[in-house]
């Protein structure tokens, strides 16, 4: 009755879910300070995500449907940005640019970067070295080390998804 509900008027019910023991103990020995967590689906049940807090900050790490880890997103404050990251939004933005929320990307690629929103711009993202991220209507296309690559679309509206 529950699951007839929930399709006919459209509730996430499944969103919600208890994580396998293997995934909820690579959790952990990843996160062992993990308070207050929370796992969904995300994305048309394609990743399952842990949402928690981890010294008073909140956090997001991601994993695929077979459980191995893609990324953790973290909230951090302005002043925890790398000097060449504030040095680089500051000289694109000026110091007086309000600044909601900044986020660490942690990417199970190596590719990590780290975004700052802001009401007044588009969100802005950077690598650890302060060289700037672009992001398109198709995705976001990263200027490192004299190569352009592009990160998919879903990419760009799961980066997004972050400041909703």
């Known amino acids: 009755m ?63 449907k077979s459980d191995e880890w893609v990324l953790t997103e973290y909230e951090m404050r302005y002043s925890e940005l790398p000097e060449a990251v504030r040095t680089a939004f500051e000289n694109s933005y000026g110091t007086m640019t309000p600044v909601d929320s900044v986020h660490y990307v942690d990417r199970s690629n190596g590719d990590d970067f780290y975004s700052i929103p802001s009401g007044s711009f588009n969100d802005m993202y950077f690598a650890k070295d302060g060289k700037k991220y672009f992001a398109t209507n198709t995705g976001v296309v ?23």
């Open 142 to 164: 990263t200027l490192i080390e004299g190569k352009i690559s592009y990160y998919s679309y879903f990419s760009l509206k799961f980066l997004n998804s972050f400041f909703k």
């Open 2 to 64: 529950m699951a007839m509900a929930c399709t006919l008027i459209g509730v996430g019910c499944e969103k919600e879910f208890t994580p396998s023991a293997q995934l909820s103990t690579s959790f952990y020995d990843s996160y062992p300070n993990a308070v207050d967590v929370e796992w969904e689906w995300k994305h048309g049940r394609k990743y399952r995500v842990a949402e928690f807090k981890q010294n008073g900050m909140e956090c997001e790490a991601w994993y695929t």
